[in-house]
């Protein structure tokens, strides 16, 4: 055992055997490497990497490779979900180096930090033009002791352009987006929709979340068709294909080909989080039966793979798992062949289930297997002959050796799933979803809040870890805390989502420029202060704290907060019309902007039903980023709900834009008919 068996990370641990002496992240590390005078070798990943797997088992588990790397580097092993900050900046230098990125990530550093040379996955012989891992160790160790000049020059200047980048986002003066941005970048998207097989772009395709929240907040804003068709597309799409587990619910990380056919096949909370919304909110806009299908199949499936003994969501499910020879297979566990289709169904039903789930002698996927799809809507089959097969099919996959799942809760996710499964509940009359997301964030409360009102990015089984939460963790958590407000009219986690704003606005923003940085100004000073406000596979905390700080504003009339969002919107101007599928979450909270958002406040007992009508009639509104307070007329700590009587001794609603309102309403249909109003844009 190396010293990662003294770590909690479930990355860390699958490399604790390995022969090669790792050193986990931290000065010890780099005091090693300047007392051996040898480079730091850093390689970062994630549990559920599939590619990270090969690495490991073809160069770190190799006893002669490992016996080289040991003599001539110190070895630092980072789980890139723990350590998000460390794998930016390295991340950053890969990707200016290379022009391109990716897990695993293998960078050679001097003692002090500094990169130097680049790489993600290195193959154990050369491969495709690809030199082998051993031939990159003995070009950098030759490098180093034979060119230590010249290597230092190159650290220096990577360093110093890494520095420089800093400026880069810097949004001082920019305006925040206008209805004409916003048009803009709808088209910029249209310009790159899959018009045949919906997404956008080519292979590989993954989710794309959150510009579909935009395209959807967009439709509801002006009414865009082609908003509306591009989101029906893709749901429709991704929900049939491959992707998305046709028996257990749940989507897989991404699509490797066109056709959203053969997924990669690990599960992330953070993409099954953000794809509930999506298809929860398509729900809300046209009625669709399959979206509300797809979307009560998606919290399902958190609640039964993902929810941890805690309470909270654990990050991910492997894409491997042991085959028949009992070697790991990405996604042994989710294809199927016609065989053991008939195995499980017998000979007629098998026949049947094959042609619904495209399963082919041929296969879709390796060694003649198929991913199951579902190209025709459940809603067009026999119901108690399609649920029976589904039951069969899944009693059959539970006898499969399941992938491995990576049990760590990180807060910033665990806020996404917050606020869906709050939302789910809500407007899905399902209690059991919010309850789910009530236990998830007192588990955060409890477990990775300090009392100084600091968060922790992980913890596990119950333990704190101990790196210290980014701006991610502080604005996705808040965002599920102003959900649960939203659902459960407890000011309680109002109170604490703007407590969680607060430090964000303390920590992480410079008012200066208008921006956020992703660690706060006390954090551990690496060779630059990692800032991006991209969003990538979910929103990033620049966007994500704009989006909270907005809400915030919204709900008590801050002025702090609005003009902190404001300013940090400025970023959507600079690239939402030149890269909208990489400002998605962004884009999505400027339609808020644009709309107000709308204020919608509810007031009346809460044990009167008429009150619970208003509550969900306001929950049901398409307006972009609206928010909902509900409780007794002059709540404390509830500022929207000051001053806003009942009327007639009814529970009355009042509809407000920067807390001027609309005539008070009782009848759920006229705050219905109050909310469908476009504020101008048509």
């Given amino acids: 055992m190396n010293r990662l068996a003294g770590t909690s990370s479930p990355y860390l641990l699958q490399h604790a055997e390995n022969p090669v002496d790792w050193w986990p992240w931290g000065d010890e590390a780099f005091a090693e490497a300047r007392r051996r005078d040898v480079p730091v070798l850093l390689s970062v990943g994630y549990s559920s990497c599939h590619w990270c797997h090969v690495m490991a088992h073809e160069s770190f588990e190799d006893e002669a490779t490992a016996a080289y790397l040991n003599e001539h580097f110190v070895a630092v092993k980072v789980d890139r979900e723990e350590r998000p900050d460390v794998d930016a900046v390295y991340m950053e230098a890969v990707q200016a180096a290379t022009g391109q990125g990716g897990w695993p990530m293998t960078v050679f550093l001097a003692p002090g930090g500094e990169p130097f040379y680049f790489g993600t996955y290195f193959p154990p012989a050369p491969r495709h033009g690809m030199p082998s891992f051993r031939q990159v160790l003995e070009g950098v160790q030759d490098a180093w002791r034979e060119r230590r000049e010249e290597v230092a020059e190159v650290a220096a200047r990577i360093t110093a352009d890494l520095a420089a980048r800093g400026d880069v986002y810097g949004a001082a003066g920019l305006r925040p ?32 979340s959150m510009a579909l929240e935009f395209l959807l907040r967009h439709h509801a804003a002006t009414g865009s068709r082609s908003a509306l068709r591009m989101v029906e597309q893709t749901c429709r799409a991704m929900a049939g294909g491959g992707m998305h587990d046709q028996l257990g619910g749940g989507f897989a990380r991404y699509s490797v080909d066109a056709e959203w056919v053969v997924p990669h096949f690990e599960k992330m909370l953070y993409d099954n989080a953000l794809l509930l919304r999506v298809y929860l909110h398509l729900w809300r806009a046209t009625g669709s039966a399959s979206a509300r299908r797809v979307a009560l199949l998606t919290a399902d499936f958190l609640l039964a793979e993902l929810r941890t003994p805690e309470g909270g969501f654990a990050s991910a499910l492997d894409a491997d798992s042991p085959g028949p020879d009992g070697r790991n297979h990405e996604g042994a566990f989710y294809a199927w062949t016609p065989a053991q289709l008939a195995a499980a169904l017998g000979p007629e039903d098998a026949a049947r289930a094959a042609a619904v789930f495209a399963v082919t002698t041929e296969g879709s996927f390796e060694h003649g297997a198929s991913v199951l799809q579902l190209r025709e809507e459940p809603e067009g089959l026999d119901a108690e002959w399609f649920a029976s097969v589904r039951a069969r099919l899944l009693a059959a996959r539970a006898t499969r050796p399941r992938p491995t799942r990576d049990d760590k809760v990180v807060a910033a996710w665990n806020g996404l799933a917050i606020a869906a499964l709050a939302e789910t509940g809500a407007l899905l009359d399902r209690s059991e979803y919010v309850g789910a997301a009530l236990a998830a964030a007192k588990l955060l409360c409890s477990v990775h809040l300090g009392a100084d009102g600091r968060l922790l990015r992980t913890s596990r089984d119950g333990r704190a870890g101990a790196n210290a939460g980014v701006l991610e963790d502080y604005a996705d958590t808040a965002e599920g805390f102003l959900a649960l407000y939203s659902v459960t009219g407890d000011p309680d986690w109002l109170n604490r989502g703007g407590a969680l704003l607060d430090a964000v606005l303390d920590h992480f923003y410079d008012a ?66 030149r890269a909208p599928r990489f400002i998605g979450w962004g884009l999505a909270v400027a339609e808020a902007l644009v709309d107000g958002p709308r204020e919608v406040a509810v007031a009346g007992p809460a044990d009167d039903p008429a009150t619970a009508e208003l509550h969900r009639t306001a929950l049901l509104a398409t307006a972009p980023g609206a928010v909902v307070a509900v409780g007794e007329p002059d709540a404390t700590g509830v500022p929207l709900l000051a001053d806003r009587p009942l009327r007639s001794g009814r529970p009355t609603a009042y509809v407000c834009r920067h807390f001027s309102c609309q005539a008070p309403v009782t009848e759920p249909a006229e705050l219905a008919a109050q909310l469908s109003r476009a504020t101008g844009r048509d």
């Fill in 177 to 208: 987006p206008t209805e004409a941005d916003l048009y803009q970048a709808a088209e910029a998207l249209s310009r790159e929709f899959d018009d045949k097989r919906g997404g956008f772009g080519g292979a590989p395709k993954f989710p794309p």
């Fill in 512 to 577: 200066s420029s208008g921006t956020f940085y992703d660690t706060a100004v006390d954090a551990e000073k690496l060779i630059r202060r990692p800032q991006d406000p991209t969003d990538n596979a979910a929103p990033s905390g620049w966007t994500a704290a704009a989006g909270a700080l907005l809400s915030y504003a919204a709900l008590t009339g801050s002025a702090r907060h609005r003009e902190a969002a404001e300013a940090g919107l400025g970023i959507v101007t600079a690239l939402g019309s």
